[in-house]
């Protein structure tokens, strides 16, 4: 199962791990991180898209902070390949990817 959501608050990661053990399936929390700019960019540039976020959204969510984050960091600063492939490394899965 992959659960993405920002997840800012320690509270909130705490709650997803919760769910997973409730449910008896093991848990691996990804916390992808990349520059403010970067973020602020990316979020100004979404068209027709799911989320409701906006860069002023992104904002406040840097000023505020996310506390201590226990889950494994992955850099996604670079190209959706890139950060897709140091997610794969990080959960032992290796570089490969597949395709439907």
Do not use: K, Y
Not at 4 to 15: G, I, K, M, S, T
Not at 84 to 95: E, H, K, P, S, W
């Amino acid at each position: 199962v992959v659960v993405d959501a920002v997840f800012a608050l320690p509270a909130e990661r705490a709650a997803v791990e919760a769910v997973a053990r409730a449910a008896g399936v093991p848990f691996d929390g990804l916390w992808l991180t990349a520059e403010p700019g970067i973020l602020l960019a990316r979020v100004a540039a979404r068209m027709a898209d799911a989320s409701d976020a906006t860069p002023e959204v992104v904002a406040r969510q840097i000023a505020r902070g996310e506390g201590e984050i226990a889950w494994t960091t992955v850099a996604a600063g670079g190209t959706a390949a890139a950060t897709l492939a140091a997610a794969r490394r990080r959960l032992g899965l290796g570089d490969e990817t597949t395709r439907d």
